[in-house]
């Protein structure tokens, strides 16, 4: 799905919630990389939701929640963010505080259930407890945190303006190999799923395309 599109369905919803769109709007002065990043991974997690049957409301906070997950980067220097080396110390820290920086600035909606604070803490905790900030394992990680921790690392490898790029099938494999690790391999094998189900629908439209053009030829 184009950006264009994406970026229309968040403004659709930003429409109805004004709070929400102005953070968007600071996000996407503050870097936009980030922005861009943000609504990439709330497409993608979107799609979960859905696949896993989520309602319509439980979809909605989710879909919120991903597009803010990673508001708390507006604390974080533009310098750290563009970093493309290994940071030093400090640095390091500091951007690994976003979630609670994030959790901080959307206290309101977080205590109105727009947005599912958990999920922001959580969406940088891996499975084996080597994530940030709190270095959760297992089961102390939700649904949510993992579907969003998938997402958001889905689009950081396939998003061709960072310096990975990778192909929608080489990041999938990426994610296999940190199933269970960093990974819920259910959603991983999902990711998948709905990945194949995108080109297999690709394939269709364009052979039916093919064949209205057979036609035409066989019928000039």
């Not at 950006?3 to 930003?14: C, G, N, T, V």
């Not at 980030?34 to 799609?47: G, K």
């Not at 696949?51 to 533009?78: F, N, P």
């Not at 901080?104 to 959580?122: K, N, Q, R, T, W």
Request: one cysteine or more; charged letters at 25%.
């Amino acid at each position: 799905m184009k950006l264009e599109l994406i970026e229309q369905q968040a403004a659709a919803m930003a429409k109805l919630e004004p709070q929400a769109d102005f953070l968007l709007k600071r996000l996407k002065r503050h870097h936009a990389p980030t922005y861009r990043q943000s609504l990439l991974t709330a497409h993608h997690t979107l799609q979960l939701a859905k696949a896993l049957g989520y309602t319509d409301k439980e979809q909605q906070v989710l879909y919120r929640t991903a597009l803010l997950h990673d508001i708390g980067k507006l604390h974080i220097s533009r310098d750290i963010l563009d970093n493309r080396h290994r940071l030093y110390d400090g640095a390091l820290l500091q951007l690994q505080e976003h979630p609670k920086l994030g959790a901080g600035i959307l206290e309101s909606f977080i205590a109105s259930g727009e947005v599912d604070g958990e999920a922001v803490l959580h969406h940088h905790e891996n499975l084996d407890g080597t994530g940030y900030p709190f270095g959760l394992t297992w089961k102390s990680i939700s649904l949510n945190a993992r579907i969003l921790r998938i997402a958001s690392n889905y689009t950081t490898l396939t998003d061709e303006r960072t310096s990975i790029g990778l192909s929608h099938q080489e990041a999938l494999e990426e994610l296999y190999c940190w199933s269970d690790v960093l990974f819920d391999a259910e959603l991983v094998e999902l990711m998948n799923h709905l990945y194949r189900e995108h080109v297999q629908s690709k394939r269709e439209k364009e052979d039916a395309g093919y064949d209205v053009s057979v036609k035409r030829n066989r019928n000039s």
